[in-house]
């Protein structure tokens, strides 16, 4: 599956996203907390409420891939083949889109302790996290928040940055916590290290069903792409997120009915310039 997920021009959400789902209250909001969200850049975050159609069709055409899976995909790990490729933005608006189509709780958890970013991307604190869940420091009803932006969808933050991250995912905390969380939620989005350069990423696909690899045309290595590919395995990856892609030759102005589907001329030419 394909998607453009990059675009340079900011939005400002000004209230909850809502597809006009009938919503009904989450236990859940009676036990944890509320994040207030104040992200750093608005326009790579949520581009559902309408002023980025493109983007947002992408990530519910992501959406609908994993909903119409053959295997039931409760828990997906997001991962790249190397760092700047997207991954990030890319776990936090497909699980943005889950929670804007289901009436039950998506988790979003970001699960790299070594370059976490998510956090900050929201900019809601990062402790307590999953590293202090996983270290036994707290439950993860008390590092677990609802997002204010989108109903349904709830964070847990990477936590401190832990001394030997492989260590607490290697330790029977991991799956234990993985079992738990998928008794409360409908959909669980892990944004993962990228592929093979840590032991981390191993351990957190191990627990997944499924695998989502983002890649971007103008900055992944060839060769780390293909590498992580190869190494995938194959029952689980689920397809490739083709990030900040270019316009394909079918898609230039003029073509027909493409206007009908994707929305404005200034729409079409707005483009899609920048990564995540």
């Keep these: 599956m394909e998607g453009n997920a990059g675009f340079h021009r900011e939005v400002v959400v000004k209230k909850p996203v809502t597809e006009n789902v009938a919503r009904t209250r989450d236990p859940l909001e009676e036990q944890i907390r509320l994040f207030e969200t104040r992200p750093l850049s608005e326009g790579l975050i949520f581009p559902f409420e309408g002023s980025e ?132 939620f409908r959909s669980i989005i892990v944004d993962a290290p990228p592929v093979g350069m840590v032991a981390d990423y191993d351990l957190i696909q191990a627990a997944c069903d499924g695998l989502i690899l983002v890649v971007r045309p103008d900055h992944t290595n060839r060769n780390l792409c293909l590498k992580a590919l190869e190494t995938s395995p194959p029952d689980k990856l689920v397809g490739v997120v083709i990030n900040v892609a270019p316009n394909w030759f079918l898609s230039r102005r003029g073509s027909h009915g493409y206007v009908y589907y994707a929305g404005s001329d200034r729409e079409m030419r707005a483009g899609f310039h920048r990564g995540g």
């Design 53 to 184: 159609p493109r983007a947002a069709e992408q990530y519910r055409i992501i959406r609908t891939k994993i909903l119409l899976h053959p295997r039931p995909l409760r828990l997906i790990v997001v991962s790249s083949p190397q760092v700047g490729d997207g991954k990030s933005v890319t776990a936090l608006n497909v699980a943005g889109a889950l929670a804007l189509k289901l009436d039950q709780s998506v988790l979003l958890v970001d699960g790299d302790f070594r370059r976490a970013s998510l956090a900050e991307m929201l900019g809601i604190p990062v402790s307590p996290g999953l590293a202090n869940v996983l270290a036994g420091e707290c439950c993860w009803t008390e590092a677990v928040g609802r997002l204010d932006r989108v109903p349904n969808l709830y964070f847990l933050p990477a936590g401190r940055r832990p001394e030997h991250p492989a260590e607490l995912y290697d330790s029977p905390a991991w799956p234990a916590l993985c079992a738990d969380l998928r008794k409360h």
